[in-house]
């Protein structure tokens, strides 16, 4: 069965660190996603990226984030400056349709500590 | 700022009874509602979306839907003790597909 694949599965970082996270989504979806889940918390939405660029990003999506599909099959995650708060559980999410007109497919998730 | 509210339990049902799990939501212009397992330390998975007002079934799952109330549920029948997790009430936010979670409740099917 398909599924959509992160590593690393879990990262810990010094504060003020570069973090990059990466995902292979399953191949034939078109739309990918980021969400993160801070510990006990609910999951939010970061961004969603279609057709090369990004489609719509979240509040939290501030300019230390930044994603990349650098070729076809990869879709990044990077996090220029770290901070304590970013500590999360990143989950990446692809479907084949926008994700609210079918089913999102999670990654199994990236556990970024900072310290 | 679109909210989805969920009772964050612990919801404790015996195995084999029915388990009723409710989200409101704060949009009514929302269109797509979906409810995903997740269990401890591991990913959302969905179990069931719904579009329309009324009941949808999937085996031992129905979920409720009631846009006038801005109200949707997930009952599970003959629950099992593999059915205890957390359970997210999902619904469309911007025009992106993305999707706004509620906070989940968490199930506990006791044997």
């Known amino acids: 069965e398909p599924e959509v694949t992160q590593t690393p599965s879990h990262q810990v970082t010094q504060m003020g660190q570069e973090v990059i996270l990466r995902c292979v989504p399953i191949s034939n979806h078109l739309y990918f996603y980021w969400y993160r889940q801070i510990l006990g918390q609910k999951v939010e939405f970061l961004v969603s990226f279609y057709n090369n660029e990004i489609s719509e990003k979240s509040e939290i999506f501030d300019d230390q984030f930044s994603v990349e599909r650098p070729d076809g099959s990869n879709f990044t995650l990077k996090i220029r400056s770290t901070k304590l708060e970013d500590s999360a559980m990143y989950f990446c999410?692809?479907?084949?349709?926008?994700?609210?007109?079918?089913?999102?497919?999670f990654g199994e998730g990236s556990r970024l500590t900072v310290l | 700022q679109k909210e989805v509210e969920q009772n964050s339990g612990p919801l404790s049902v015996p195995e084999g009874a029915i388990a009723s799990l409710n989200c409101t939501y704060s949009d009514r212009g929302s269109q797509s509602f979906f409810w995903y397992r997740q269990y401890s330390g591991k990913s959302p998975e969905l179990i069931m979306f719904?579009?329309?007002?009324g009941d949808k079934e999937d085996g031992r799952f129905t979920a409720q839907l009631n846009k006038a109330s801005q109200y949707v549920s997930l009952l599970i029948r003959d629950s099992q003790p593999s059915d205890s997790a957390t359970y997210l009430c999902a619904v469309n936010g911007g025009s992106q597909g993305n999707l706004i979670f509620g906070k989940g409740t968490k199930l506990s099917v006791k044997p």
């Open positions: 999410a692809s479907s084949a349709d926008r994700g609210d007109a079918g089913e999102l497919f």
């Open positions: 719904i579009y329309s007002n």
